[in-house]
């Protein structure tokens, strides 16, 4: 008797979830052909040639898309191909923003490499030939191996100066080993790796950045994770994908005001997670994740997001298989505690509150890029109606807003703020630290520079103390403000989304800025509406100027969170509880999430 053996059958393909990626590519490509004959390559940075070159072999490849096999494509990309390779200098890096970056030029390599296993992998397809006379997919390959060659010895030597480069480093030196094999590159990522993964235990990075998270991190050690068969590399990868889950907005925006990057005041917009997202769940059956996938699809797809992610589709087809059934709808109360990040959110229906208590200004008084320094501290969703700021100032010697030093929630879901601010009036200096010359050294005091020998001198210590408490409400969240210490004046600063029609609030000589002296205010984007106060007075010893801090105004700068602006302002010490409610569709929760 003959044994039959019989023959696995493919893997099913979404071919909508292909086709809405196809879509957004196929429009590009015209757009970046014109813009390459219109000269606006011409100057270009590395990273943009790279990219578009990736763009034109996956739509060439792609056999939805219909720029499929089109040898119109190719010439295009060899040209970009051959400008990318003359900003490459003598050691084989690339220069921009960060001069000769082992890691900003990694990220040009991973899509070279991207682009090299995408010929490999598919121009020998019978419906993807060679064009006669050798100008077809693998005429390219010979440029992006000589840029390869080129740059693998300052890769391997080279440094970063980000958390995320490292990985991002190590992604390139992972493929560029899969492309040509050389055991010094697994053995430098080795190195790398190390260290460790920077994975808070709350699941945030060290950088606590959705920005990077995206586009850098999860993306790197997934790739190191297939091209080196590390698979404990995906753990960091699903923890912090479990850390995201609760931080999407229902607009597709993701929380960032807990980052420590340059999207802490921004909306970062969470598209860029659509494939770690799809990748665990198609091939762990998630169906939590499937459903984030299916709201991120919801909405509209940027052109070169398709085309990164229809790349990694055509080397990996299993990321198209379709998904598993999301969790049937029910109730979408939720809460999210990020404690490492001082981070706390709860949902309830279509409102949501966010509390940010993690800044690391108690630690390091300082802008600085790498810090957590957004003074939001509470920001407030009703459906299309977003209150985006809730900052606190007191006027206190031109240290700026309230940053809380910690965060702490309770059980039944109420946070609690606190920082003590302190500034000194110097006495004169001791008799053994005086000097005949009077040439003191110059030093900081904490809020400004003098040579005065600060550290020697007695002083007279003012102090600020803030207590916040935001309490859950059946309707929203009470706002507790407490402040002790010296007399002077604090503004309650609320800035809400652009968009809406403002009521009960009056307006300030300073642009797109209204005071709320008394009742209450509401804030309307549509049907849904945001309700505040109560007003809380105002005069001459209250002025409603919001204090961005010495840092800032040393400089002629501000530090607004932008939007429409409304001010309460008070007298310290003072208590004040600002109440927020919203109003949104009939038939929405009203439970706090516990």
Not at 86 to 113: E, H
Not at 149 to 176: I, K, Q, S
Not at 208 to 237: F, G, K, Q, W
Request: charged share 25%; glycine share 10%.
């Amino acid at each position: 008797m003959t044994r039959q053996h019989t023959q696995a059958p493919p893997p099913r393909t979404d071919l909508p979830f292909v086709d809405r990626l196809v879509a957004p590519l196929d429009r590009y490509v015209p757009e970046l052909r014109a813009a390459l004959a219109d000269g606006a390559y011409d100057t270009a940075q590395h990273r943009a040639l790279a990219s578009g070159v990736k763009a034109l072999l996956t739509a060439y490849l792609t056999p939805r898309s219909r720029w499929h096999a089109d040898p119109e494509l190719l010439p295009p990309a060899q040209r970009l191909l051959d400008q990318l390779a003359t900003l490459q200098g003598a050691d084989g890096l690339f220069g921009g923003d960060n001069l000769a970056s082992p890691p900003d030029s990694s990220f040009t390599i991973n899509d070279v490499c991207i682009a090299t296993r995408l010929i490999d992998t598919h121009a020998a397809r019978a419906d993807t030939p060679d064009v006669p006379g050798g100008t077809g997919p693998t005429a390219l390959r010979a440029g992006l191996a000589a840029i390869r060659r080129a740059v693998t010895p300052a890769l391997l030597t080279g440094g970063v100066h980000t958390p995320n480069h490292r990985w991002e480093l190590c992604a390139a030196l992972a493929r560029l080993h899969r492309i040509d094999p050389d055991p010094r590159l697994p053995a430098r990522v080795d190195q790398w790796l190390a260290e460790e993964i920077d994975l808070q235990p709350d699941g945030m990075y060290s950088e606590r950045s959705p920005l990077y998270a995206a586009h850098v991190t999860n993306p790197s050690l997934i790739a190191i994770a297939d091209a080196l068969d590390r698979p404990a590399l995906l753990d960091p990868v699903r923890r912090n994908l479990d850390a995201f889950a609760g931080l999407f907005d229902e607009d597709g925006t993701v929380e960032s005001v807990h980052s420590r990057r340059q999207d802490q005041r921004g909306r970062f917009d969470g598209a860029g997670f659509l494939l770690p997202y799809r990748r665990f769940a198609v091939r762990e059956r998630r169906g939590d994740y499937a459903a984030i996938v299916t709201g991120i699809l919801a909405r509209p797809i940027g052109a070169e997001l398709a085309a990164d992610a229809l790349a990694e589709i055509l080397l990996d087809p299993t990321l198209a298989q379709p998904l598993p059934v999301p969790p049937a709808a029910g109730p979408t109360d939720a809460r999210t505690v990020l404690a490492d990040s001082g981070l706390a959110r709860w949902r309830t229906g279509r409102r949501t509150v966010t509390v940010f208590g993690g800044g690391d200004n108690a630690r390091f008084p300082d802008i600085a890029s790498g810090l957590a320094t957004n003074p939001t501290f509470l920001r407030f969703r009703q459906g299309a109606a977003v209150l985006d700021a809730v900052r606190l100032s007191a006027n206190f010697f031109g240290l700026g807003p309230f940053r809380s030093e910690s965060l702490r929630v309770a059980d039944d879901g109420r946070c609690s703020l606190t920082r003590t601010t302190t500034a000194h009036f110097y006495q004169p200096l001791p008799e053994e630290w005086r000097r005949t010359d009077g040439g003191y050294q110059l030093g900081s005091e904490g809020r400004f520079f003098a040579a005065m020998d600060f550290a020697h001198r007695p002083a007279d210590e003012h102090r600020l103390r803030v207590d916040a408490e935001i309490v859950p409400t059946g309707s929203g969240v009470d706002v507790r403000l407490d402040l002790t210490g010296v007399p002077t004046s604090f503004v309650l600063e609320l800035t809400f989304r652009a968009g809406g029609v403002l009521t009960g609030a009056r307006p300030l000589p300073e642009s797109d800025a209204f005071e709320l002296v008394d009742g209450a205010g509401s804030y309307t984007v549509g049907g849904d509406t945001i309700r505040f106060g109560p007003g809380n007075g105002t005069g001459p010893a209250q002025p409603a100027h919001f204090d961005d801090g010495e840092r800032f105004t040393y400089l002629g700068a501000r530090d607004p969170a932008p939007g429409t602006r409304v001010r309460v302002t008070g007298r310290v010490p003072g208590v004040y509880t600002l109440t927020l409610t919203g109003e949104g569709a009939p038939g929405e929760s009203s439970s706090p999430a516990r």
